[in-house]
C-alpha cells in the first residue's frame, strides 16, 4: 500500500487546528470572566488570560498556515498576492 507523503504534514496541521480550536474555546471563556467580573482586578486578570489564550490561537493559526505546502501557479501574471494570514478580531 503506497503511502502518501504528505501525512506527517497533515497530523501536523490537525494537532494545531485542534490545539487552536482548545485554546480558542479558553479565550471565549476568560473573555466571558472579564464581561461579568465582580471587580477590575478579577476583570484585569481575566482580560491579560484573554490576551494570552488570544495570542496562543494566533501563534497556532500561523503554525498551521507555515505547515501547507506550497503550490506553484503555472500561470504567473507578474503580480504575486500572499495568501492573507488568519488574523482574528
Do not use: C
Request: aromatic share 8%; charged share 20%; proline share 4%.
Amino acid at each position: 500500500m503506497a503511502r502518501h507523503t504528505n501525512q506527517p504534514i497533515a497530523a501536523y496541521a490537525m494537532t494545531t487546528l485542534i490545539s487552536a480550536s482548545y485554546a480558542l474555546q479558553r479565550q471565549k471563556i476568560a473573555v466571558e470572566r472579564t464581561l461579568y467580573a465582580r471587580s477590575a482586578e478579577e476583570s484585569q486578570l481575566a482580560a491579560r488570560w484573554a490576551n494570552a489564550w488570544h495570542r496562543l490561537v494566533q501563534r497556532k493559526l500561523d503554525q498551521n498556515l507555515a505547515a501547507r505546502p506550497v503550490v506553484a501557479r503555472a500561470e504567473f501574471s507578474g503580480f504575486l498576492i500572499n495568501p492573507p494570514s488568519r488574523v482574528l478580531h
